[in-house]
Structures are given as structure tokens and as C-alpha cells.
């Protein structure tokens, strides 16, 4: 199985300010045949089931802030929000599909400070 | 739109089966390329894939749960459903319900959720 394995657990950020989230996988992602990174991130909120945000590591789904943006290849991957807003307070997990069983990150929570 | 419902007993006796049934309304669950899995998250926890079930028919199931597991279609109802026989404690879970498309025959990433349903084991 790939481990997914995020950090930091938990960060607290200042409203406006810049969020940073680490994923790391235990092997690469990346698919040689199409050079895409078979990486998702999602938003999960108290109560809600998880929201996807990000797919191929970086592609923004319909609908998301563009403050949101993920980045990274190979095994090392980030997701940035630019501008932490309140409605942002959530758990936000990585997922592979580059191979099953997919698998998530442990998640990290983002808090304002 | 495509909405899913995940419905079932809230409460499960250990060593018995679960059984949850996710209903796919707004849309065909025998719609090509599509992938409908099961996830489930322990209270507090992160989220673990169960495993799916191909508008075909076939199934992948995560082998730490394969030797109880069995995910099922019913395309005449439009659900698909799952059942994990001899449960534990351990399976004390929010269930979810889930879609994707597909890349190279598996399932990428999860566009679509079901709300979830708090499934709890104890007598």
C-alpha cells in the first residue's frame, strides 16, 4: 500500500494570512505514461462529508477559490491556501490513485489563530 | 444533479453484518465509467476506502477487509450496497457512500459524496 502521510497534524493561521499543507507519499505518484501526479486533495468540514478541491496535485475543481492551490511531483506535495479566510476552518486530507487500495493522508486541521 | 443517500441500521450487534444501501437519485448508476465506493472514517479519524464497485459489476475490495466484505449492484433500484459480516467495535464508523470516474481501470479521485451514516457496533 502507498502511505500517505501529511504534516503538520494541526496549524494555525491568522486570517489573510498564508496556509501551508505537506503530503507525502511512500512512493511516487507520478505516472510515467502521462506525466500526471495521481494526486487529490479535499476539504472536510465538522459534520460534512470531504469536498474535493484538487486533482492531477494542482487542477482546481469547478467551483473552488483560486486562493486554493496544490503543487508538488513525484512523492512531495503541497496544498496552499494564499488567503485564509474563516470558512476555510476544516480538515483537509490528501489521496493517491496511483495505484489500489487509494489511500488518504491522516489529514491536517487548519485553525485561525 | 447526481445526489447519493447512504441508509441503514444506525446500530449493529458485534459478530452480526452490517449492511448499508447507497441510493444514486438525479442519475443512472449504470452510467459508463463510473466508480462507486465505500468509505468509512472511525470517529475522530482520518478516512479509509473500502473498496468499489464498477457500473460492470466487478468489485476491488481493501484487503484488510476483503474476507468480510461484499459490495453489491442493484441497477433496477439504483443503489448499490454493502455488507461487512462478523463486526467488531472496530467497525464503529461513519460510512460514506462515493463516485468517481476512472483512470487505467481503477477509480481517481472522489467527486461525489454521500452525506454518511454514524454505523455503531455494540450490544
Known amino acids: 500500500d502507498i502511505v500517505m502521510t501529511q504534516s503538520p497534524d494541526s496549524l494555525a493561521v491568522s486570517l489573510g494570512e498564508r496556509a501551508t499543507i505537506n503530503c507525502k507519499s511512500s512512493?511516487?505518484?507520478?505516472?510515467?505514461?502521462?506525466?500526471?501526479?495521481?494526486l487529490a486533495w479535499y476539504q472536510q468540514k465538522p459534520g460534512q462529508p470531504p469536498k474535493l478541491l484538487i486533482y492531477?496535485?494542482?487542477t482546481r475543481e469547478s467551483g473552488v477559490p483560486d486562493r486554493f492551490s496544490g503543487s508538488g511531483s513525484g512523492t512531495d506535495f503541497s496544498l496552499t491556501i494564499s488567503s485564509l479566510q474563516a470558512e476555510d476552518v476544516a480538515v483537509y486530507y490528501c489521496q493517491q490513485y496511483y495505484t489500489t487500495p487509494l489511500t488518504f493522508g491522516g489529514g491536517t486541521k487548519v485553525e485561525i489563530k | 444533479q447526481v445526489q447519493l443517500q447512504e441508509s441503514g441500521p444506525g446500530l449493529v450487534e458485534p459478530s452480526q453484518t452490517l449492511s448499508l444501501t447507497c441510493t444514486v437519485s438525479?442519475?443512472?448508476?449504470?452510467?459508463?465509467?463510473?466508480?462507486w465506493s465505500w468509505i468509512r472514517q472511525h470517529p475522530g479519524k482520518g478516512l479509509d476506502w473500502i473498496g468499489y464497485?464498477?457500473?460492470?459489476?466487478?468489485?476491488y475490495y481493501s484487503p484488510s477487509l476483503k474476507s468480510r466484505l461484499t459490495i453489491s449492484v442493484d441497477t433496477t433500484k439504483n443503489e448499490f450496497s454493502l455488507k461487512l459480516r462478523s463486526v467488531t467495535a472496530a467497525d464503529t464508523a461513519v460510512y460514506y457512500c462515493?463516485?468517481?470516474?476512472?483512470?487505467?481501470?481503477?477509480?481517481?479521485?472522489?467527486?461525489?459524496w454521500g452525506q454518511g451514516t454514524l454505523v455503531t457496533v455494540s450490544s
Open positions: 512512493q511516487s505518484v507520478l505516472y510515467s505514461s502521462d506525466s500526471k501526479n495521481y
Open positions: 464497485i464498477y457500473y460492470s459489476g466487478s468489485t
Open positions: 438525479g442519475g443512472s448508476i449504470n452510467s459508463a465509467g463510473f466508480f
Open positions: 492531477w496535485a494542482s
Open positions: 462515493a463516485r468517481s470516474r476512472g483512470s487505467s481501470g481503477i477509480p481517481i479521485w472522489f467527486d461525489l
